[in-house]
């Protein structure tokens, strides 16, 4: 045994005899559990809280577990971790093989497609060994010698975690402005690095969100956050100066402001926006020192996005529907009244952005649960479609800088092709494959099989579902497994590839993708239906859906695992309470179970701003609609199926006393033996670790209990 792991071990010992004043255990249960040789659960002390809110009555045993820098808190979760290393121990040899597997089909050293910007050629590469990519360019042609711009490794030394926000370059290329994060908690530190002598300036900012440089080269417009993460001020930096000026400063707590600049190179444009409403503010690049101005005050219930192209604003916006439309504007006068129409509302397709260049325009819609690319000649207006070959796909932009390009890049995958980035040609129409991700160990996709089924949800809705799985798996109801959703936030799971879950359809499951309400797979009226007073939407949906698949014989209700996470998370704990006998386990991530509470907290990051999202329970229509199926208020004593939680310590998104106390909850409820597992990774925030070889072991302690959960694998019996 390594000396890493005596010390954790010893660690972990230490912290159990500490937690005593916090961890109990009824005498017939730890007798039975000693007495078998199985781990002996950690057992949370209840100290009750008691809330009272609209007349309804709350306790909450486990409030304390909030207290982040209580040793007993560490000790607690250290003994959940010491308990799922207990439990998961006979699977130690099958994690093993697992990470071997996922990491054999992997490049380990590899290179980017480059792309080209302002006479330089970018591209990440990847050096066998190291966690994090490098950045680097060539200066004219691809044969030039390297430059590297920032190596993530260096940057990660002495860092349990490491996460790359900003990093942009002015015009001229000579200064990188880059931000990160060392802890998880999603709060950056921006920095600027002078690219012709390597040297950091001494300008440091902290708590930055988003950056753009000006035209000048010498002036940064950032924003920052405020004690709730909510970015809500607008900075104006000049380089070596002391003082920056607060060009604006959002008072709404509803709203959060962000810069960019648009492709063409011409605006600045700040953006103000909370879930439902927007507005946007201009301020010509190589004006510095002006101040933005407004093209079109917010309207509540109204969005809208601009890009640019010679004297006119392009404006998607949703005022004359949910699913948006596109219109343009003078640059001189962009107010509403002089908006000009150019592609109307449907009902049946979503348009989800434009991107402009000077001699065209790519538009960008959903149809069907499926992108669609088309390309607009600038001076006559033709409109070509970009085909795909699969009846399931995704497809979206690549990394488009140049705003004379002759061509478009977009990425493209399928469950069962890797993804490629590919090179439209504006003139001819035709694409090339500039690179496809290598499957090393020879894969071959023909041995794999994908499809798109729709399951009728019980109020008649027809819900899209995408399946991959190896052909000459079974469809007689024995085949195991895994479905996924998330179903949130209008945010759309699309069906691609993952080479990491090749190690698990080789080993007989089917894949499931359910792209139920709460999303925005069928356009916005699908998230509309998903959130909200109609949020209950989402989880009968996703039962529907597992019914579905059990009536098709697609698998069986003891040989279904599902998985979700964050807001993914809390589908996982509702449907799991509403129907704990339609599953056989569950693995939740960084999982959002404790609504009411989380959302009558509006001291904690983002709460404010998902009112318009999950509802305000200080409203007691809303806080009744919440508590039906809030996952931690509704754990009752019934039997559960086995149960992965996985958490991070320095998570901002979705604190982890939530799941932590969901789990020392459900432990003291559950009447029955299946496995309740936490794990808190307490070097990492909501993405879990930052390291693409530590990544890989968290996917292998994953997959190792999806297996064992059906059968494939042995854990020690609780």
């Not at 000459?472 to 590839?497: E, K, Q, V």
Request: proline residues 5%.
């Amino acid at each position: 045994m390594s000396s890493s792991v005596l010390r954790r071990a010893h660690r972990a010992t230490l912290l159990l005899l500490a937690l005593a004043p916090c961890l109990v255990a009824t005498a017939p249960h730890a007798a039975r559990a000693q007495d078998s040789g199985a781990p002996l659960p950690p057992v949370a002390e209840r100290l009750a809280k008691i809330d009272t809110l609209h007349g309804d009555i709350r306790r909450d045993d486990y409030f304390w577990l909030r207290e982040k820098t209580s040793p007993k808190v560490v000790a607690y979760l250290e003994a959940e971790n010491a308990y799922a290393r207990a439990v998961l121990k006979p699977t130690e040899a099958l994690q093993e093989r697992l990470y071997n597997e996922m990491l054999g089909r992997i490049k380990q050293t590899d290179l980017s497609v480059p792309y080209r910007d302002r006479g330089w050629w970018y591209y990440t590469r990847t050096e066998e060994g190291k966690q994090y990519p490098v950045f680097a360019r060539k200066r004219g042609t691809l044969e030039a010698p390297e430059e590297i711009l920032l190596d993530l490794n260096e940057l990660a030394k002495g860092q349990a975690f490491m996460s790359l926000g900003a990093f942009t370059v002015s015009d001229d290329g000579n200064l990188l402005a880059y931000s990160y994060d060392s802890t998880g908690f999603r709060q950056y530190r921006l920095r600027v690095k002078d690219l012709r002598t390597g040297e950091l300036l001494p300008d440091a900012i902290e708590r930055v969100v988003s950056v753009a440089w000006a035209a000048d080269g010498r002036t940064i417009f950032y924003t920052t956050e405020d004690h709730a993460k909510r970015p809500y001020r607008l900075y104006r930096h000049l380089l070596g100066r002391a003082e920056d000026e607060v060009l604006y400063e959002e008072k709404d707590e509803m709203f959060r402001v962000g810069v960019g600049r648009t492709r063409s190179g011409q605006w600045l444009e700040m953006y103000v926006g909370s879930h439902t409403t927007s507005e946007a503010h201009v301020l010509e690049a190589s004006n510095p020192s002006g101040r933005f101005r407004l093209v079109a005050p917010r309207i509540a219930g109204q969005e809208y996005y601009l890009d640019h192209r010679g004297d006119r604003f392009w404006i998607v916006t949703n005022d004359r529907g949910r699913n948006f439309r596109l219109v343009t504007a003078p640059v001189d006068d962009p107010r509403r009244e002089n908006w000009t129409e150019e592609i109307g509302h449907r009902d049946d397709v979503l348009l989800t952005g434009v991107d402009m260049f000077r001699d065209f325009h790519v538009v960008q819609e959903r149809r069907n649960g499926l992108n669609e690319l088309h390309v607009v000649d600038a001076a006559t207006g033709a409109r070509r479609s970009i085909p795909f070959p699969e009846p399931v796909y995704s497809a979206f932009g690549s990394t488009n800088r140049e705003w004379d390009a002759t061509a478009y890049r977009y990425s493209y995958q399928s469950m069962v092709t890797p993804s490629s980035v590919l090179e439209y040609d504006v003139g001819t129409g035709e694409s090339r494959v500039l690179k496809e991700t290598e499957v090393l160990g020879g894969y071959d996709r023909t041995q794999y099989a994908s499809e798109r089924v729709w399951a009728r949800a019980r109020d008649g809705t027809r819900v899209p579902v995408s399946l991959v799985y190896r052909r000459g798996t079974p469809r007689d109801g024995s085949a195991p497994m895994l479905l996924y959703a998330y179903g949130s936030y209008g945010s759309s799971s699309s069906p691609g590839f993952s080479s990491n879950r090749l190690s698990l359809l080789d080993r007989g499951f089917v894949y499931a993708l359910a792209h139920i309400r709460g999303g925005g797979e069928m356009g916005t009226p699908w998230h509309d239906d998903g959130k909200m007073m109609k949020k209950m939407n989402t989880f009968t949906d996703f039962i529907d859906v597992a019914e579905h698949l059990i009536a098709e014989r697609w698998t069986s209700a003891d040989r279904l695992v599902i998985e979700g996470g964050s807001a993914g998370g809390l589908l996982m704990g509702a449907v799991t309470n509403m129907r704990p006998d339609l599953f056989r386990a569950v693995v939740s991530h960084v999982p959002f179970v404790d609504v009411v509470n989380t959302m009558l907290d509006t001291s904690l990051p983002l709460t404010v701003g998902e009112f318009e999202e999950w509802g305000n329970p200080a409203k007691k229509a809303e806080y009744e609609y919440i508590r039906q199926y809030d996952p931690y208020t509704n754990l009752v004593p019934r039997r559960y199926p086995m149960i992965l939680v996985k958490t991070s310590f320095n998570d901002s998104q979705v604190m982890y006393w939530e799941p932590a106390k969901y789990v020392a909850k459900l432990r003291a409820v559950k009447q029955d033996s299946n496995p309740l597992l936490l794990v808190t990774n307490m070097g990492a925030g909501h993405g879990g670790a930052s390291g693409r070889y530590d990544r890989l072991k968290e996917i292998a302690l994953d997959y190792a209990f999806m297996l064992a959960a059906v059968g494939k694998a042995e854990i020690m019996t609780p």
